[in-house]
């Protein structure tokens, strides 16, 4: 089946230092990826995405850009404060079958220090 | 406010009982889907469903059983047979089945005692 792979798995930053998390997908007709955050205890919340028509998408401190032929996406997050630590999980749109229609990576736990 | 709501957040089992967890979601959304979470791990699918009256097996199914009698819910059955049930359960919902990212639900904690 389909996959998309999530790193890093885990990640610390100090508050005010910027972080990127990478995904690489495998199924070429994906066309969406959206990032989702979950805090501890909650589900999963839409933080940002992109569609394959664009390079590169900002919301305030939150970016993403993607890579179509290479088949890599990226968040990046400049700034960081304590209220971003959370599992970040990316995900790429696939054609249904037992894994639905997204597909999501394992997710990164970020950790910021302050 | 549209949402999604799951119920009960916390929910108790013994050994050998099916349980229902309950979805709710008034964004008027053709697909719906159920996700297991465990401890420090990814998502994994159960079943989703992308229209009324229909539903296909995700990775997961074994165990697992869903309805979807009308658009705005989709409950989920854990059976006996499901050997492991206690996990994180997640529902989400999109506005269709193609390229649409999901919205969430907020969870139900099930706990096998």
């Known amino acids: 089946g389909e996959n998309v792979e999530q790193h890093p798995s885990t990640l610390s930053v100090q508050e005010g230092d910027s972080a990127v998390i990478k995904c690489t997908y495998s199924d070429s007709a994906s066309n969406y990826f959206p990032w989702y955050k979950q805090e501890l205890g909650k589900g999963p919340q839409l933080i940002i995405d992109i569609r394959s028509n664009v390079g590169e998408k900002k919301d305030q401190r939150i970016a993403v850009t993607l890579n179509k032929t290479a088949k890599h996406f990226s968040l990046h997050i400049t700034e960081t404060q304590p209220e971003d630590s959370a599992v970040y999980f990316c995900?790429?749109?696939?054609?249904?079958?037992?894994?639905?229609?997204?597909?999501f990576g394992k997710g990164t736990k970020l950790s910021v220090k302050p | 406010d549209g949402g999604i709501t799951q119920s009960p957040k916390y929910l108790f089992r013994k050994e050998g009982q099916n349980v229902t967890l309950s979805c709710e979601q008034n964004?008027?959304?053709?697909?719906m889907y159920w996700y297991r979470q465990d401890p420090g791990q990814g998502l994994r699918l159960i079943y989703y469903s992308q229209i009324v009256n229909d539903f296909q097996k995700g990775d997961i199914a074994e165990g697992y059983s869903v309805s979807r009698e009308k658009k705005e819910s989709f409950p989920l059955t854990v059976t006996s047979a499901q050997k492991n049930p206690t996990a994180f359960y997640l529902c989400a919902s999109s506005q269709g089945y193609r390229n649409y990212g999901y919205t969430f639900g907020s969870g139900t904690r099930l706990t096998v005692v």
């Open positions: 995900a790429a749109s696939i054609r249904g079958g037992s894994q639905g229609n997204l597909i």
């Open positions: 964004l008027n959304h053709d697909a």
